[in-house]
């Protein structure tokens, strides 16, 4: 499947982690498996737990299992998506 990498960046312009995805249609949920260079704790995860901005302590989702692997389940409208290639 193709896939692109996009980067998640919070309103405040922090940048929060590289995605890479696939298919198309809206981002709503980041599989943690396809997250890659996080600049938000992604090893040590609890389900259902808030997962806040470093920088300006904004909610941007929660920790989730989608399909049996753990996701992010993202806040609408908190996240910038910036398209990599
Ligand atoms: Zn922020």
């Known amino acids: 499947m193709k ?3 996009v980067e998640l960046v919070c309103k405040c312009g922090f ?3 590289k995605y890479r995805k696939t298919g198309s249609g809206t981002l709503i949920k980041c599989f943690r498996d396809n997250i890659i260079e ?3 704790e992604i090893d040590e995860v609890e389900l259902l737990a808030k997962i806040v901005c470093p920088n300006c302590e904004k909610e ?3 920790w989730n299992r989608i399909r049996g692997k753990i996701a992010i389940k993202l806040n609408n409208g908190t996240v910038e998506k910036i398209k990599i290639k």
Do not use: D, V
Request: charged share 10%.
């Open 3 to 5: 896939s692109k990498i």
């Open 60 to 62: 941007i989702g929660y």
């Open 38 to 40: 996080s600049n938000i």
């Open 15 to 17: 940048h929060l982690f």
